[in-house]
């Protein structure tokens, strides 16, 4: 690594966030879906509502990310990665006392903070010992971290299935809340096994307030007026206004409209990351050997094509085909952006860059089930998925037209 002084070596650094990675995964994922919007909707959360709470703790992201990217880079990784897995760790246990739809909101806020300090230092530590390989190590974290997705959404479906039935009652929701903290919780005794495998502050002298703010500043003023950056990053950005949408409402049409149950809800969005997981690794070496560019505009199209087609039909076989060629999409996206940000930034940190780029990221993932709780309030399934879709070729158009494919530094 090229700040951290005594860095541990690459291999040992990269399996522990893969193992952090994975436990915080599965803690986060089952708190997400299907469990989030169900226990919304059991609260008597309307639409409008239901995507607020599920979009919330994306919308710390947004206001913290660039920040905790910036401390990492001036006092090292390590102290941002044991805060963010404290969160991960213990807040899960506030869903127990949730009785009120309001107190759902705050939590979900505070909880926004564990992905808020993890993802963009994770991203910045692996950026920082990737090299030439960014795309290739970006695809194999994320894979590994997908697996715990993969497990949490149908065991979090699935023991709300076997718990509560058809029509599980709010303390059911709370119960499976606890189960969801204990595994939250290896997280942070895996940091605090792991301890000397993580990257430690390079200097004894921490700097001035002053100094830590004056390089916020400057990387942010890189990357903020940097269009060929901003392009890139809202591409992810933009793409995540379909996930989040498909994380509130999907788990919402599936027992409702569909007539399916929660486990099945829980299957289909193991199934999205059960792609994402295999294809990540394939996609990033794509990327790294043929360009990012392309493969983001392919993928942006796929996503689009396919999420518009969710309303149409209820057929359970059907959805999954449609998840496989949605999270086949997702891959060809998310393993090429944040890499080709590292390549275009002129900030001197990467953390700082990683921040933005996840900002960007959480303001399209938090828009995504707000924007469409607006829509269905007002529309149908078909014409508010319509919207979105529209968005995401607007957005591929003016991306293929003013983003020029970088030039490689290792």
């Known amino acids: 690594m090229s700040e951290e002084s005594g860095a541990p070596p690459v291999t040992g650094t990269f399996l522990a966030l893969i193992l952090i990675g994975f436990f915080a995964r599965l803690s986060y994922g089952m708190a997400r879906t299907p469990l989030l919007a169900l226990f919304a909707r059991s609260l008597g959360a309307t639409p409008t509502i239901l995507g607020l709470v599920v979009g919330m703790s994306t919308v710390t992201g947004i206001f913290f990310k ?14 941002a990665l044991f805060s963010s897995v404290l969160i991960f760790g213990l807040m899960p246990f506030a869903y127990y006392f949730i009785h009120d739809i309001r107190l759902l909101v705050a939590i979900r806020f505070f909880h926004g903070f564990a992905t808020a300090i993890y993802g963009p230092v994770a991203m ?14 970006i695809g194999t974290y994320s894979s590994a971290s997908i697996l715990g997705g993969m497990i949490a959404a ?21 119960q499976i809340y606890l189960v969801v903290g204990l595994i939250g919780s290896v997280s942070l005794l895996l940091v605090l096994v792991l301890w000397r495998r993580l990257p430690s502050r390079a200097s004894p002298d921490p700097p001035s307030v002053a100094e830590v703010m004056r390089k916020f500043r400057e990387d942010v003023v890189a990357v903020l007026t940097d269009s060929q950056v901003l392009l890139t990053s809202g591409m992810e950005g933009v793409q995540n206004l379909t996930v989040g949408a498909l994380e509130a409402f999907l788990p919402v049409y599936v027992t409702v409209t ?41 993928g942006m199209l796929i996503c689009m094509a396919s999420f518009i087609f969710y309303p149409t039909t209820t057929d359970f076989t059907l959805l999954v085909a449609l998840t496989l060629v949605f999270g086949l999409g997702e891959a060809m996206v998310t393993s090429s952006t944040a890499a080709m940000v590292a390549e275009q930034t002129r900030a001197r940190g990467h953390g700082t860059s ?13 828009s995504g089930p707000i924007l469409t709780g607006f829509l269905l309030s007002r529309y149908d399934y078909l014409p508010s998925f319509g919207v979105i879709s529209v968005i995401l070729l607007m957005a591929t158009v003016l991306f293929q037209y003013y983003v020029r494919e970088p030039k490689r530094v290792p």
């Open 154 to 174: 149908p065991l979090g479906g699935g023991l709300l299935q076997w718990l509560g039935g058809d029509n599980p009652a709010p303390s059911v929701f709370r």
């Open 258 to 298: 569909a007539g399916l149950t929660s486990f099945h809800a829980g299957v289909l969005w193991g199934v999205q990351l059960v792609v994402l997981f295999l294809a990540r690794p394939v996609m990033g070496r794509v990327s790294d050997a043929y360009g990012r560019k392309p493969l983001i505009t392919a």
């Open 354 to 366: 990683m921040g933005v780029f996840g900002s960007l990221w959480d303001i399209g993932h938090a």
């Open 66 to 79: 660039a920040p905790a990217g910036t401390l990492s880079d001036v006092y090292g990784r390590r102290a």
């Open 124 to 137: 910045a530590v692996i950026m920082d010992i990737a090299g030439e390989k960014k795309g290739q190590l």
